[in-house]
């Protein structure tokens, strides 16, 4: 028993290292290619590009010189620019010392102000772009819900459902039903019954059925670092009562978690096994966490760390290439702002800087989304590589936005900073990194 505990344990510790892995590797990829790519238009260049620090474990150099390499620690990634003292780009003094002006040209300080900054800022931006991208596909692949209610899919339940696919949805207890855009509004008004009547338009008449309520409380994702995750829950499973209790609908299992602020609770589950379905039951504490509202700001809740599904999948219509962009670019803006309220309430004491994620978090929530598919899984890489570039943007020297508030400065001045300054700044900086990484792996060991 002890050896199957075991061998499951390092197996899912194996599963979160490769998820992280791949995550990173592909944001840092895209990042560091920003940076390649625009230096090499501006004419710098490139001595190694590099994924991962430490022992070289595969590299070859093109017809340009540069060195692209594989190395053993897949943390992060660089490129070393001609000129370079080092991975983090620092300046070395002496690097166009005795150069002819053409060749000092083709290094990163010898390069005109304009080249060495679209050079640095390219890399946080081609990490927005690989986001804008990836929200814009999803909505272009996926569709957007018409403006009929029309099932698509059902969800597995543990009770009968008359509900059939094709089926037009009218009207659900005698109210008709509005356009999409007000659905959830409507949803929130109906009775929160076990089960409810639908009028549908089948097969070009309308007939009346019963099923659950359309928004039961089926688990269609799980949040990482929750008490769901850590008690097994999983995609699909559909909570039938808590505490002894049945409860119907979401809006009854928020209401009866809020309520109980923190106190354990014990929850009935059927989950689907493809013969009936299982029921078991299982305990666990809600945590509690700081979400952003709307309008702006946090508000403290009590959750297990579910979100919920409908009772079926609306009939989806495709979406046009200009809805899709202007989804893909809210999508990235909104990232960007809940990002910096929550880093800003975090240093006013406003919220928890238990809501701060280190290497850790990262990783167990890379394989959660993993695990809830390759969808989920993408969508997480897209996110994280909205946060990456933002965060690159902080005026921190060794990041990318110190190096373009030393290119502020040069341009202002008319002069570059002192070496000196130079490198008192970037050991500062990098002692901020370190200090904020202690931070966010205090809070993944220590916050739950």
């Not at 592909?26 to 260049?45: A, D, L, M, N, P």
């Not at 070289?56 to 060195?67: H, M």
């Not at 050991?427 to 739950?448: E, H, K, N, P, S």
Request: hydrophobic fraction near 45%.
């Amino acid at each position: 028993m002890y050896v199957t505990t075991l061998l499951g344990d390092l197996g899912g510790l194996a599963y979160t290292l490769v998820s992280f892995v791949i995550a990173l590797s592909i944001i840092v990829t895209v990042h560091e290619y920003g940076h390649y790519i625009v230096g090499r238009w501006s004419g710098i260049k490139a001595d190694v590009f590099s994924l991962g620090f430490g022992k070289v474990l595969w590299s070859r150099k093109d017809r340009r010189g540069t060195q692209w390499q594989i190395a053993a620690l897949p943390f992060g990634g660089y490129v070393k620019f001609a000129g370079d003292a080092n991975a983090a780009s620092a300046p070395d003094p002496h690097a166009v010392d005795g150069l002819p002006p053409e060749q000092a040209r083709h290094t990163m300080p010898g390069a005109p102000l304009w080249a060495r900054t679209a050079t640095v800022a390219a890399g946080p931006v081609f990490n927005f772009v690989f986001s804008f991208i990836v929200f814009t596909a999803f909505l272009l692949a996926s569709g957007q819900v018409g403006e009929r209610l029309i099932v698509d899919e059902v969800a597995a339940m543990p009770v009968p459902v008359a509900l059939e696919p094709g089926d037009e949805v009218i009207a659900i207890e005698g109210a008709p039903v509005p356009e999409m855009a007000d659905f959830f509004s409507f949803v929130e008004a109906l009775p929160h019954g076990a089960a409810l009547s639908y009028t549908v338009l089948r097969d070009g008449a309308e007939v009346t059925v019963e099923a659950p309520h359309p928004y039961p409380v089926i688990v269609a994702g799980i949040s990482p670092k929750s008490a769901a995750r850590d008690a097994g829950l999983r995609v699909g499973d559909v909570i039938t009562a808590l505490d002894g209790t049945p409860v119907p609908t979401f809006r009854g299992l928020q209401d009866h978690v809020m309520s109980h602020d923190g106190a354990p609770m014990t929850l009935t589950i059927w989950r689907p096994d493809g013969q009936g379905g299982e029921t078991f039951e299982t305990t666990l504490e809600p945590r509690r966490r700081d979400l952003p509202r709307p309008e702006g700001g946090f508000e403290t809740r009590w959750l297990i760390g579910i979100t919920g599904g409908l009772l079926f999948q609306p009939g989806t219509e495709p979406a046009g290439i200009g809805e899709a962009m202007a989804y893909g670019v809210q999508s990235v803006w909104q990232i960007i702002v809940t990002s910096i309220s929550g880093i800003w309430h975090m240093i006013t004491g406003a919220i928890s800087t238990c809501n701060l994620s280190g290497p850790v978090g990262i990783a167990e929530t890379a394989s959660t989304m993993a695990s809830q598919g390759t969808s989920s899984f993408i969508w997480f890489i897209a996110m994280l590589s909205t946060a990456i570039g933002m965060l690159n943007l902080f005026p921190v020297p060794v990041l990318d936005g110190g190096h373009l508030v030393f290119y502020a400065y040069e341009a202002v001045r008319g002069k570059p900073l002192p070496d000196r300054a130079v490198g008192v700044m970037m050991t500062a900086g990098l002692a901020v990194i370190l200090f904020l990484m202690l931070m966010g792996l205090g809070a993944d060991l220590f916050c739950r």
